[in-house]
């Protein structure tokens, strides 16, 4: 296996994790977590973001590190690279700079909220939480259209 051939599949592998896992937090486990009671739904959103945040942050570091890799190794850097990566990397800034508002803003409250169990404050920081990450969720999806797709038109 080349070194090209290991950074796209890491590159896929993270895309992978970090926007289904969005897809699933907020299509399928919030329909669901919105039928229990508030102490019980919020303590379940803590425990998810505790757990799936830390996935993030790897997808987050390992996807414009092997994303330039492969810009500068195989294609010629800034200047060699087709549209499409400079529409991914550009969608790509934009999710990690909301990613990192995310955590370090409503995400911080909503766990603090949480913690003192003041559960009003903790579900007004979730829905704030929500907002965010079906912002990212959408840009997500496009980043992975136009990175898979963008070879055959980029
Ligand atoms: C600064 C950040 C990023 C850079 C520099 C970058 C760069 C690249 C490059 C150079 C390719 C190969 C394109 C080709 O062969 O035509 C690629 C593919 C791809 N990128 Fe990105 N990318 C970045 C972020 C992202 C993000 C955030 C996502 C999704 C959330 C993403 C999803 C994909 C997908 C699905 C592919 C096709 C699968 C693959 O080739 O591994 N990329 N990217």
Redesign the pocket.
């Known amino acids: 296996m080349t070194l090209a051939a290991l950074l796209?599949?890491i590159?896929?592998l993270a895309?992978v994790v970090?926007?289904g896992g969005m897809v699933f937090a907020y299509a399928v486990l919030r329909p669901v977590a919105g039928n229990l009671q508030p102490p019980d739904r919020l303590v379940l959103w803590n425990g998810v973001f505790r757990r799936f945040f830390v996935w993030v942050w790897h997808a987050v570091v390992l996807?414009?590190l092997t994303?330039?890799l492969?810009?500068f190794g195989t294609?010629g850097g800034f200047a060699g690279?087709?549209l499409?990566?400079h529409l991914?990397?550009g969608?790509?800034?934009i999710?990690i700079a909301i990613y990192l508002y995310l955590f370090f803003v409503p995400y911080q409250r909503f766990r603090a909220a949480v913690g003192a169990e003041d559960w009003p404050v903790a579900a007004g920081h979730l829905a704030a939480i929500r907002k965010t990450v079906a912002a990212n969720m959408i840009l997500?999806l496009i980043?992975?259209l136009v990175?898979?797709s963008?070879?055959f038109w980029?």
Request: hydrophobic share 55%.
């Open positions: 796209y599949a590159h896929a895309a970090w926007v996807l414009p994303g330039y492969i810009m294609m690279a087709g499409h990566v991914m990397q969608l790509a800034w999710m997500g980043t992975v990175g898979s963008g070879q980029g």
